[in-house]
């Protein structure tokens, strides 16, 4: 529990504007455009070109509890979202190591150093839960009746937790473990679905016809930005950040194939995998535009970042080498260097100080046909594209408020 509780001092600290004055952002007013409606096989369509059931669930949810309160509701099931990651990682007995090597993966995932887009937010709590897959390809136990539904709703968070079947699958033809197959399969039941609409979306593309070599370019500043972000705020040479990255990976690969040779465990060889599959998928999406430390898109940094100090913990803990132990432990803390700049988001993204409260309130009160109620997009008075409502529509919810 004193893990669990350092882990959510780390998310409230890390944002916590979303603690004292939470609001709707960004695509969770499209799911609430359809709740409005009552529309709930809409609730569950795609957002940005494929299933994010979690969050979609949740915010509906949400709304249905409280739709006056829905911030606050929202920024609950937002942070038990979070604690659940934790408790998945730490708790069932795991190959990735003991509890002390599971505590400071969850430690890791907290400090994640890069913009805490992700943190009190429930419209990205679908990126936490891409995350378990790969904890659970660890768990030493079955767990069926967590394990099941844990990888079903990951396979149907984004493309990317269902992609992870790969990893399942070669770990099945390693080890022949059973669970391992089928936990395969139930990834791929979603990766299936999820690569169809991605496919068949405005996105098509961008995924069909990637720009390699930008797709390429960024995965080299992906992996030079975990250890260099801060040093990008004084030397902005996407040059050395490229030849950073560079050495990260081979040094990454390394130490993999070192420790995995001499542990006989293809884990280390596993958590590299992910890593780099990680990297690649979100590389194509928007090679090139962003760095950990902006306020919109850091996201895309957030699954390699994880994976690449899981790596660095599991090669530190399990390394018999003692300068590869030391080579690891200090990448891993040396990265949190960078939480000087993205730590916590910048204060031109905490200006708008709106209540969700006072603007239904003021929707009720209008004597307008149809008010826009404004949407945050970073925090600022930058916003997105308003929901539409009616007086009568928020006179309502008003007085079904808790």
């Known amino acids: 529990m004193a893990l669990v509780a350092v882990c959510v001092v780390v998310w409230v600290w890390r944002r916590p504007e979303q603690l004292v004055r939470p609001y709707v952002w960004d695509e969770e007013s499209y799911v609430l455009r359809y709740y409005v409606h009552g529309d709930w096989i809409g609730v569950l369509k795609p957002l940005e070109g494929y299933l994010t059931l979690p969050t979609n669930v949740l915010v509906a949810l949400a709304a249905s ?5 829905l911030p606050i509701v929202m920024y609950v099931f937002a942070s ?3 604690i659940a ?4 990682i730490v708790v069932p007995d795991s190959r990735w190591g003991d509890w002390n090597t599971r505590a400071a993966m969850a430690v890791g995932a907290a400090l994640v150093p890069t913009n805490p887009e992700v943190v009190g937010v429930l419209l990205y709590c679908f990126w936490w839960s891409t995350l378990w897959p790969i904890a659970i390809l660890g768990w030493k136990r079955s767990l069926w009746p967590l394990r099941a539904p844990l990888l079903a709703v990951a396979a149907f968070s984004s493309p990317a937790g269902g992609a992870l079947f790969v990893l399942f699958g ?4 390693r080890r022949r473990e059973p669970r391992d197959l089928i936990s395969a399969l139930i990834l791929f039941a979603g990766f299936v679905p999820q690569t169809i609409l991605m496919v068949t979306s405005s996105r098509a593309a961008m995924v069909l016809h990637p720009r390699t070599t930008a797709v390429l370019a960024q995965t ?5 930005f975990f250890e260099g972000t801060w040093l990008s705020a004084y030397y902005g040479s996407r040059g050395l950040l490229s030849l950073l990255g560079f050495v990260f ?13 001499r542990a006989r465990s293809d884990d280390a060889l596993l958590l ?14 928007v090679p090139l535009l962003t760095n950990p430390a902006t306020a919109a898109g850091p996201r895309y940094y957030f699954l390699p970042f994880v994976l690449y100090g899981w790596v660095h913990v599991y090669c530190w803990r399990k390394s018999d080498i003692k300068h590869l132990r030391m080579a690891c432990a200090t990448l891993f803390f040396l990265s949190f260097a960078n939480l000087s700049a993205t730590f916590s988001r910048t204060q031109d993204t905490r200006t708008a100080n709106l209540s969700w409260e006072n603007e239904l309130r003021k929707c009720a009160q209008s004597v307008d046909r149809t008010v826009q109620v404004p949407i945050y997009y970073v925090g600022s008075l930058v916003m997105w594209p308003p929901l539409d409502l009616t007086p009568a529509q928020c006179h309502r919810f008003i007085r079904r408020g808790l």
Not at 65 to 69: A, L, T
């Open 65 to 69: 509890i409280s739709f006056v309160h």
């Open 80 to 82: 038990l979202m979070f």
């Open 85 to 88: 990651t934790v408790l998945i």
């Open 170 to 173: 070669f770990s099945y033809v």
């Open 220 to 224: 080299l500043l992906t992996a030079g």
């Open 249 to 261: 990976l081979f040094f990454l690969f390394l130490a993999s194939i070192v420790v995995s040779i």
């Open 272 to 285: 590299t995998a992910a890593a780099l599959m990680f990297t690649l998928l979100s590389a194509v999406p």
